[in-house]
Structures are given as C-alpha cells and as structure tokens.
T-cell receptor
Framework: AQSVTQLDSHVSVSEGTPVLLRCNYS??????LFWYVQHPNKGLQLLLKYTSAATLVKGINGFEAEFKKSETSFHLTKPSAHMSDAAEYFC???????????WGAGTKLIIKP | NAGVMQNPRHLVRRRGQEARLRCSPM?????VYWYRQLPEEGLKFMVYLQKENIIDESGMPKERFSAEFPKEGPSILRIQQVVRGDSAAYFCASSSLGRVDAEAFFGQGTRLTVV
C-alpha cells in the first residue's frame, strides 16, 4: 500500500536561511509525488510534482524537491526563506489508482523575522 | 477563469441535521474529487466523480454520506444526520483528466462544525 510520512510536524527557520521539509514515502511501484502548500484560510496550491522524469524537480516560489528512490525520500528545499513562505506543506503520493492521492499529515513552516 | 468554488466556506449544523456542501469545478473540468481533512491530519480521499457518474467512492463512509455531480450544476456532498465526528474541512478538487499527473485544482474548502 502507498503511504507518505512527513517527518516534522513543525519547522521553524529564520528569514533568509534555507528551508528543508522532509518526506518519506512507501510505494509498491514507481509513484508520482507532489508537494502542496496551504496558506491560512486559502485553498491548496500545487508547488511541484515528480512523475518519473528528472529526479530534481523545480517548483514555484523558488522551491525544489529531489526524488531519491534508494532513500524513498522526496524532501522539499528552498535556499532562502521568505516571510510569505509561512504556511502548511503537504507531501503527497499517488495511490493505487491513477487518480487517487495519498496525503501526509503536513508540516507547518514558521518563519522567524 | 475562476478557480474551484466551494460554498459555503463555513457551515455550522446541530447534531442530526443535514449538511450540503457545494463544489463548482473549474471551467472545462469534468472530474471532481472530494477530500476530508480532520484537525492535525492530511487530506483523506472520499469520492471521485465524473459528470453524472460516481467512479470511486471507496473513501466515503457507508452510511449518511452521498455525493453527486449532475449534468448541470455543482457537485454536492451531502451528509445526513450529522454527528460531532463529521466536523472537519471538506475540500473539493477538479481536473481536466482523471489522472494524477493532470494537475488537480483545489477549492478553499468548507469547514463544517457540528454542535
């Protein structure tokens, strides 16, 4: 069965420092992987997706993620945090069907001034 | 092109009442998905619909919950005789294709509170 684990429920970084949000997945086949962001009182927005092309995926707002099959990881990074990055981030893996998404529990990113 | 529209944004119901949640997909999208998010948890798949058809309702509770996506009008998620445990955020998403590599666009959610 497919599953996803976000290793930190909260991450706090200072503005201008790097961001690392960790995600491990379990899948019985080659999955598609996604990161979504949820700002307070707003909908969910797709940051980036991996669908078996390049293992380093670039997304919006300077975020990127690297698919590492050997480590079953898909960590999200950004070189320099901005106050507007404060939000909740979800790592998502494709389910057994070609339309289902399996969601992690989320990581709240806190940016300190 | 308006995004996925959900209404109401907030809904308060007393135990035993009915809740109706509406979702208008993006223009041109015929695939709709409903997810539920409990506090401190990720989203859980509930149901996938195409126009007039339920494709997969494996995530829906067997009782009290139903969903439809009529030929005309929004998709409706209906919860009968609500209980406190139904309190959650309900998100709707739509896509142009029924595949995960077709980006699913999400609405802002309906936050249901059962008192």
């Amino acid at each position: 069965a497919q599953s996803v684990t976000q290793l930190d429920s909260h991450v706090s970084v200072s503005e201008g420092t790097p961001v690392l949000l960790r995600c491990n997945y379990s899948s019985s086949y080659s999955p598609s992987l996604f990161w979504y962001v949820q700002h307070p009182n707003k909908g969910l927005q797709l940051l980036l997706k991996y669908t078996s092309a390049a293992t380093l995926v670039k997304g919006i707002n300077g975020f990127e993620a690297e698919f590492k099959k050997s480590e079953t990881s898909f960590h999200l990074t950004k070189p320099s945090a901005h106050m507007s990055d404060a939000a909740e981030y979800f790592c998502v893996v494709s389910g057994y069907s070609n339309y289902q998404l399996i969601w992690g529990a989320g990581t709240k990113l806190i940016i300190k001034p | 092109n308006a995004g996925v529209m959900q209404n109401p944004r907030h809904l308060v119901r007393r135990r035993g009442q009915e809740a109706r949640l509406r979702c208008s997909p993006m223009k041109g999208h015929s695939h709709v998905y409903w997810y539920r998010q409990l506090p401190e948890e990720g989203l859980k798949f509930m149901v996938y619909l195409q126009k007039e058809n339920i494709i997969d309702e494996s995530g829906m509770p067997k009782e009290r919950f139903s969903a439809e996506f009529p030929k005309e009008g929004p998709s409706i998620l209906r919860i009968q005789q609500v209980v406190r445990g139904d309190s959650a955020a309900y998100f709707c998403a739509s896509s142009s294709l029924g595949r995960v590599d077709a980006e699913a666009f999400f609405g802002q959610g309906t936050r249901l509170t059962v008192v």
